[in-house]
């Protein structure tokens, strides 16, 4: 059974860089024709793609987020980050991470809510 759990600070102030974490367990970042993905749901809005970190390595961003948005993984810890750069309060949203394969997204993170505020 995959499971994944994010991680990272709650309240980010407008201009710096939100950062958080995708710890997975039960399957490895590098297997099963994986790609694991960062989502958002802003508030009263539906979920929106950031982007994803495939099993080869590969990386695609949305490109509406492309330029201030990065994704990596530390495979000795089975972990996959996010950073978003130079946020606004617009970047407020619930954050979630997921594995997708060829049969779609079959594991979520329960999601962590982040803040932009001064």
């Known amino acids: 059974q995959v499971q994944l759990q994010e991680s990272g600070p709650g309240l980010v102030k407008p201009s710096q860089t939100l950062s958080l974490a995708c710890t997975v367990s039960?399957?490895?970042?590098?297997?099963?024709?994986?790609?694991w993905n960062w989502i958002r749901q802003p508030p009263g809005k539906g979920l929106a793609w950031i982007g994803a970190i495939a099993y080869t390595g590969r990386l695609f961003y949305s490109p509406s987020l492309k330029s201030r948005a990065t994704i990596s993984r530390d495979t000795s810890k089975n972990q996959f980050t996010l950073q978003l750069n130079s946020v606004t309060p617009e970047d407020t949203a619930v954050y979630y991470c997921a594995r997708a394969d060829a049969s779609g997204y079959g594991y979520w993170g329960q999601g962590t809510q982040v803040t932009v505020s001064s």
């Open positions: 039960g399957g490895s970042l590098t297997g099963d024709s994986s790609y």
